[in-house]
T-cell receptor
Framework: QKEVEQDPGPLSVPEGAIVSLNCTYS??????FMWYRQYSRKGPELLMY????GNKEDGRFTAQVDKSSKYISLFIRDSQPSDSATYLC????????????FGQGTELSVKP | GAVVSQHPSRVICKSGTSVKIECRSL??????MFWYRQFPKQSLMLMAT?????????EQGVEKDKFLINHASLTLSTLTVTSAHPEDSSFYIC????????????FGNGTRLTVT
């Protein structure tokens, strides 16, 4: 079993839709949760960083963590064509520095 | 936010030659930087941790003699792919944390290496 599972998609939605992206992880030792956005041929860009269960909101983006279910989500409201990218979830244990465990990434396409 | 700069963005080299990739933290000091590798349509895999002033720590399965890492200063780490072969063709991405411990990781824009 992989340490983190993410549906690779692709996911195609119309502009303005609410997008839901999800990951599950297997080990409760993971305490830090991140979402990155990666455009083609670019490095990942940090969108959200959290370490507690519950919701964290930043503009159109909401990260949700449910530690009891080992389930993390990223919601994108009012999606735009510019949101078209691959979204990667990443998890990390306490004090593991740069040792992130990444999901496979979900390829999102927002159609005008 | 923290900015990590990586150079070159793309390089093509012949089999058997060596290639150096630079990673700089532009607006912060990074005692530790990290090198990742990404194959097409796949996720990122940590290759090694670069420590300023000391030897790099490599992940299991990564050849330290092929992927030489030097962390010469608090803002610069280099990855040299030695005696490159076509199977080394990949997307190499460096990253760094702005602070200590559990700070989030910021990534450079990556280097696409093609070995012919």
């Amino acid at each position: 079993q992989k340490e983190v599972e993410q549906d690779p998609g692709p996911l195609s939605v119309p502009e303005g839709a609410i997008v839901s992206l999800n990951c599950t992880y297997s080990n409760s030792a993971f305490q830090y949760f991140m979402w990155y956005r990666q455009y083609s041929r670019k490095g990942p860009e940090l969108l959200m960083y959290t370490y507690s269960s519950g919701n964290k909101e930043d503009g159109r983006f909401t990260a949700q963590v449910d530690k009891s279910s080992k389930y993390i989500s990223l919601f994108i409201r009012d999606s735009q064509p510019s949101d078209s990218a691959t979204y990667l979830c990443a998890i990390r244990r306490y004090n593991q520095g740069g040792k992130l465990i990444f999901g496979q990434g979900t390829e999102l396409s927002v159609k005008p | 936010g923290a900015v990590v700069s990586q150079h070159p963005s793309r390089v093509i080299c012949k089999s058997g030659t060596s290639v150096k990739i630079e990673c700089r933290s532009l607006d912060f000091q990074a005692t530790t930087m990290f090198w990742y590798r990404q194959f097409p349509k796949q996720s990122l895999m940590l290759m090694a941790t670069s420590n300023e002033g000391s030897k790099a720590t490599y992940e299991q399965g990564v050849e330290k003699d092929k992927f030489l890492i030097n962390h010469a200063s608090l803002t610069l780490s280099t990855l040299t792919v030695t005696s490159a072969h076509p199977e080394d063709s990949s997307f190499y991405i460096c990253s760094a944390t702005e602070g200590q411990g559990n700070s989030p990781l910021h990534f450079g824009n990556g280097t696409r290496l093609t070995v012919t």
